[in-house]
């Protein structure tokens, strides 16, 4: 009953802000401890100036256009990194602002920064705060709802951050999130990979012309459609050729080819052998 209150409790986090500082930190440990936490904490106009900094690490997100981080204006969606050595200094003071934060310390941090080549005390420009909301909830979930937290679990929960932060401080908004239409598209190429299936068939899951839905789907996978449509068939008839109780021309119909002279001829150019030459190669290496 308990763990059923647990999720049941945790989306109601998502659509409310967070401040918590810990008197006693839930994860305490020389590789990590968590120390305090922020979604979405609204501000007065203010400048924050603190030289000393407050001793650990604090990862900071800001909303607004303008908002001053170490002493200059910065678009909104910005986010910094500062180390335990490092003052701060950040807010607005001629509107209310907003911020999300961490407040972390331990030995693993600069090596996961480090590793993910993420830069410490500048400012990083990212594409929103969904990334950054997300994980801080996970912790936040981890450290709050369990009567003994799992210092590994938080250690991952911000090492998949940092790969999420540098892989959008890097790539930007452009292809990050791949849309939903065109996963539905991959998902139905994968599961129906048998039957008979066109451009314009596909195009029209997306409502796009097919040279538009043409040009994002290779942008979005690194490949057309339709060569994609061939890999699947391709690799589920190498799957198919070990089983010898199937003759070629059957495993060819399978995979969606009535013609077993095209099938031939398209596995060989992706395979380099004969569907023939591929069983006798399979089926020999098991005996």
């Known amino acids: 009953m308990v763990d059923v209150m647990r999720y049941l409790l945790y989306p109601m986090i998502i659509m409310q802000r967070i401040k918590q500082f810990f008197s006693t930190y839930p994860i305490n440990t020389e590789e990590l401890s968590i120390h305090a936490i922020g979604v979405q904490e609204g501000m007065r106009p203010v400048i924050v100036d603190r030289p000393g900094g407050t001793g650990d690490w604090l990862f900071m997100f800001f909303y607004e256009n303008n908002t001053i981080v170490n002493r200059s204006e910065q678009p909104e969606n910005t986010m910094i990194i500062w180390d335990p050595q490092h003052g701060h200094y950040y807010g607005r003071q001629d509107i209310p602002w907003r911020h999300s934060w961490l407040h972390c310390d331990g030995n693993c941090i600069a090596p996961i920064l480090s590793q993910c080549a993420i830069p410490k005390n500048e400012p990083l420009h990212t594409s929103g705060p969904e990334i950054f909301e997300r994980y801080l909830i996970d912790i936040y979930r981890e450290v709050t709802f369990f009567l003994t937290p799992e210092p590994h679990i938080v250690r991952n929960i911000l090492q998949n951050l940092a790969y999420e932060i540098a892989r959008d401080i890097r790539g930007g908004n452009e292809g990050f999130v791949i849309p939903p239409e065109f996963l539905a598209v991959k998902q139905h190429i994968s599961e129906h990979f048998n039957e008979s299936m066109s451009l314009s068939s596909l195009a029209e899951m997306t409502n796009l012309s097919v ?61 380099s052998e004969s569907p023939r030459r591929t069983r006798e190669r399979l089926t020999r290496r098991n005996k």
């Open 211 to 271: 040279p538009h839905f043409c040009c994002l789907f290779k942008r979005f996978f690194k490949q057309p459609p339709i060569e994609m449509l061939i890999d699947s068939r391709m690799s589920h008839a190498v799957y198919l050729l070990r089983d010898v109780s199937l003759s070629i021309t059957e495993v060819a119909r399978r995979v969606g080819y009535l013609d077993i002279y095209q099938f031939s001829k398209l596995f060989k150019n992706r395979y």
